[in-house]
């Protein structure tokens, strides 16, 4: 390999909007001279909540155009759906042999997803633990307290709040046992086992550097985890532990309504997002509405004020400037101005790359034929790797 190579990904599912464009996609661009760069739009994954099959095709498509028109060029870089190559899901269950549970169940992202409780099963086992040392030491208080007239007197009290502290544990952990089993019941394998996936992504590429936005960063660290995990079995460093790349300007986009939560296709409010589909009074009207906060004046200050912070965030994103000195410069500034500004901004630098995705989904045959070469293109670089993997598990293969 001559150049180290880069792999990334979007879920085709639509809504892509300013965080996938600013914390991914864009920083892909300028990796296509240095690197040897493979863009998948991920609909294996995509599939793992449930998808309208004909929305599915057409975000596929639409996703493509969105990497095209944000200048990923197709003669430098490999672009496809994931599962026009199967090696992707053949690499993934021969990982997930290698994956404990443990590790699966640790990934904040299917919490989330899955819509499982912020309890960890671990706090709730230390906790019931606990309650074991409290009833010994109440045992030792009431015995000791029959010579003690102090505590004979404390005893009853002492007695109630032991008893409420044991009950209220006990019933947390009732209640957590609930949810988690009637979610574990209905929650689907592709859900818990996606981290599996992504990892064979990557590894199934012997990928060296991965650009995502924070919110993916845990499941790098997997799949860090299961390469070593496999390359240990296999007593050879087999897959090259891939980096993740981050970018530390908008790696976390957070939502134009709330400004704690991560911006999200998923959101059910369309005013949360800006879309790379949005038009110019869409846009305008979206950060019209978005939220700010009672503060006079425009400061930056992640902490105390997330919804401009984020703002700042977005509008220095847009201008290759740092919202320090954003915040600067709208010190003094109302939030319709600044708002108002930010808008043309958001709208300078997105409309031509949304005219550019129209022109190219009116042309769905040649970005078809982008796709199938594509397709091609990474099923040669996969599955020989993949040979490579099913030889060192001891498969049998044909000469
Ligand atoms: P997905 O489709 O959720 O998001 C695509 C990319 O956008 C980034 N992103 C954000 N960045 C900043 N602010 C936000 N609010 C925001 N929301 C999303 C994500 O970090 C991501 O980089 N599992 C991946 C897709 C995938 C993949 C892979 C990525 C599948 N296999 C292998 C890299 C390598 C996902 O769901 O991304």
Redesign the pocket.
């Known amino acids: 390999m001559t150049k180290k190579r880069v ?5 085709p599912t639509g809504n892509l909007h300013l ?2 464009y ?3 996609i864009r920083n892909w661009v300028p990796l296509q001279d240095s690197h040897e760069c493979v863009f998948m739009l ?1 609909d294996l ?1 995509a599939i793992t909540v449930p998808q309208n099959p004909a929305d599915l095709l057409k975000n596929t498509r639409e996703t493509a155009a969105a990497y095209i028109a944000c200048g990923i060029d197709p003669k430098k870089s490999i672009i496809f759906p994931q599962s026009a190559v199967r090696a992707h899901a053949e690499l993934a269950w021969i990982l997930g042999c290698y994956t404990p549970l443990g590790w699966l169940k640790r990934m904040t992202q299917y919490k989330e997803k899955a819509g499982l409780s912020a309890s960890s099963p671990e706090r709730i086992l230390k906790d019931l633990k606990d309650q074991k040392k409290i009833f010994t030491e109440l045992t030792r208080q009431v015995h000791e307290g029959l010579d003690n007239i102090r505590l004979q007197a404390d005893s009853k009290t002492i007695t109630a709040d032991i008893t409420q502290g044991v009950l209220e544990i006990n019933e947390e952990a009732a209640a957590f046992l609930e949810s988690e089993i009637k979610i574990s019941e209905k929650s689907k394998l592709g859900l818990f086992s996606y981290p599996v996936l ?1 990892a064979a ?2 590894l199934g590429y012997h990928a060296t550097h ?1 650009p ?5 960063k845990q ?1 790098l660290e997997l799949a860090r985890d299961i390469a070593g995990a496999f390359n240990r079995a296999c007593g050879e460093e087999f897959f090259p532990l891939p980096d993740p790349l981050i970018m530390p300007t ?4 957070m939502s134009l309504k709330d400004g704690t939560k ?3 296709k998923s959101d059910p409010s369309d005013l949360s997002r800006i879309t790379l589909t949005d038009d110019a009074d869409a846009i305008a009207n979206k950060l019209r509405k978005a939220q700010t906060d009672t503060i006079t004046g425009i400061t930056y200050d992640p902490e105390t004020r997330p919804a401009i912070a984020n703002l700042l965030t977005i509008f220095a994103a847009l201008t290759d400037s740092t919202p320090q000195k954003i915040a600067d410069q709208y010190a003094t500034a109302q939030n319709s101005q600044f708002k108002g500004d930010l808008a043309e901004a958001a709208v300078t630098h997105l409309s031509p790359i949304t005219a550019r995705m129209r022109t190219l989904l009116d042309d769905t045959e040649t970005l078809d034929t982008i796709l199938a070469s594509g397709a091609h293109a990474a099923r040669d670089l996969a599955q020989p790797i993949l040979r490579e993997t099913m030889k060192r598990v001891g498969f049998w293969q044909s000469a």
Do not use: F, Y
Not at 250 to 253: F, G, H, L
């Open positions: 792999l990334s990904g979007v879920q965080g996938n600013l914390g991914a991920a994954h992504m992504d990557i991965v995502v936005g924070e919110d993916q499941h908008a790696a976390r986009i991560k911006m999200s």
